[in-house]
């Protein structure tokens, strides 16, 4: 059964996130060693990456098929995660252009994220935190849903290992992969 809303649109009037301090920490800190299934069927440590990487971390991918959670265009920064993928899809060769490699993550399973690589036609791999390793170990925000554990939407800029900069809270979503290039092409890397 088709969904009742477009997944691939942000709805007019979603509630906006609000810069909670949930991430002041992060900046300057070495990322955990915590291998992470990819949708390419490899573990990826993304502490062992060379050169910069970009990690947008996102609450979950809908599915044309499934409504989303009740009341989920109601959380503040939940809503957008399929126009966001999309976005970082639009400009990849960008990104590239810049040195960086880019990966989704968030706590859904390979399986599910595999499908949303497939249907988006997404040129990167998005990468399971299932059990929610990597978003305990940098004590990443979260929220409840529905019994499911979900990473607020945020993106880190890494170079070998650390942490350079990190985008929170995102919103509109659907914009966040052209702050990035900004980003990159005011900060060249250090390597």
């Not at 509630?15 to 300057?28: E, I, K």
């Not at 791999?125 to 499911?148: C, G, K, Y």
Request: some cysteine.
């Amino acid at each position: 059964m088709p969904r009742s809303d477009n997944l691939y649109e942000l709805p007019k009037n979603l509630p906006v996130p609000v810069d909670d301090g949930a991430c002041n920490h992060l900046t300057g800190m070495s990322l955990p060693c915590v291998p992470l299934r990819s949708t390419a069927g490899r573990l990826v440590d993304v502490s062992r990456l060379a050169g910069r990487t970009v990690v947008y971390c996102y609450p979950r991918t809908g599915r044309p098929d499934r409504d989303p959670p009740g009341g989920w265009n109601e959380i503040p920064g939940a809503r957008g995660c399929t126009p966001q993928s999309c976005a970082f899809r639009d400009h990849y060769r960008e990104l590239r252009d810049f040195g960086a490699q880019v990966f989704g993550l968030s706590t859904q399973d390979t399986d599910y994220q595999r499908e949303a690589v497939e249907r988006l036609r997404l040129p990167f791999e998005l990468l399971s935190d299932e059990r929610s390793a990597f978003a305990n170990a940098l004590r990443l925000p979260t929220f409840e849903v529905e019994s499911m554990i979900l990473i607020k939407r945020l993106t880190l800029i890494t170079c070998n290992g650390r942490i350079e900069r990190v985008f929170y809270p995102v919103f509109p979503p659907n914009e966040n992969a052209e702050e990035v290039i900004n980003w990159l092409s005011r900060n060249p890397a250090n390597l």
